[in-house]
Every structure is written in structure tokens, then in C-alpha cells.
């Protein structure tokens, strides 16, 4: 098994990487960071068509919804 490496071990590792591949590094993250952005939006969804089904969501006024939002 792998072993974790702290945050600073990462940048120095991608400090010894060539501009290319530090590019490289960079869309591979950004690309990572977007799916997961995307699962969990999914997720989110899916709990709250399940909140729906099951009658758990209660109309609201949008000032409601901005205050609850803004917590």
C-alpha cells in the first residue's frame, strides 16, 4: 500500500517536473476536482428527489430560502 505524503512533499515532488508536466499535473486535478464536484452534485440531487418523494420538503418563501442559504 501506498503511503500518504504530507501537502508540502506533493509541491516539492512537482517542483522537480518539467513546466510540461506541472501543466500536465494541473489539468489532471482540475479535471479530478470537476467529476467530484459533479458526484456530488448527484448525490445531492438524488437525496433531495428522495426528500421530495417522501414529503420532507415544505414550500418557502425565496426570502426564506436566502436566509436559510446564507447561514
Given amino acids: 500500500m501506498a503511503t500518504a505524503l504530507q501537502f508540502g512533499e ?27 464536484s459533479r458526484l456530488r452534485l448527484v448525490a ?4 433531495t428527489r428522495q426528500e421530495f418523494a417522501e414529503g420532507r420538503c415544505l414550500p418557502t418563501t425565496p426570502g426564506e430560502l436566502m436566509r436559510e442559504i446564507m447561514k
Avoid at 445531492?44 to 437525496?47: L, P
Fill in 10 to 36: 506533493v509541491l516539492e515532488a512537482a517542483d522537480h517536473l518539467s513546466h510540461e508536466e506541472q501543466e500536465e499535473l494541473i489539468g489532471i486535478l482540475h479535471r479530478r476536482l470537476a467529476q467530484a
Fill in 44 to 47: 445531492e440531487i438524488k437525496e
